[in-house]
């Protein structure tokens, strides 16, 4: 499974980007995705989750009511609507395939990792 994630660049404060994941095969489809960030320097945090049908979504504090994740399954890609973007958002964003249906918070299960999107946030 290839995971390829596109969408990032270079904004102001304030504006919006849409980041998408697009898996190879179906694999995938059936599964919990999740968005996970790391900012130059520091570990790679959590974003966003959804399971395997969309029906069940979940959000860092720092990006709820600002971002969302969605999810396409016929076309077997993940997307993450990011609105109101901040200085404090810049950072390479990796989308993420975990082993179950559920999905999590945490970067322990997600099995299939993409290469990244860089996101890039000036003030």
């Known amino acids: 499974v290839q995971l390829q994630a596109s969408g990032g660049g270079l904004v102001q404060a304030g504006d919006s980007l849409r980041l998408s994941c697009a898996a190879s095969?179906?694999?995938?489809?059936?599964?919990?995705m999740g968005w996970f960030r790391q900012a130059l320097g520091k570990e790679r945090d959590f974003v966003a989750r959804i399971n395997w049908n969309g029906g069940i979504t979940d959000y860092a504090d720092s990006v709820k009511g600002r971002f969302t994740i969605s999810r396409d399954r016929a076309k077997n890609t993940v997307y993450l609507q990011m609105n109101s973007l901040r200085p404090e958002d810049t950072a390479v964003y990796y989308c993420a395939v975990h082993r179950t249906p559920v999905g999590s918070s945490t970067p322990g299960g997600y099995v299939y990792w993409g290469q990244g999107t860089l996101v890039t946030v000036s003030s």
């Open positions: 095969k179906r694999t995938g489809s059936n599964n919990g």
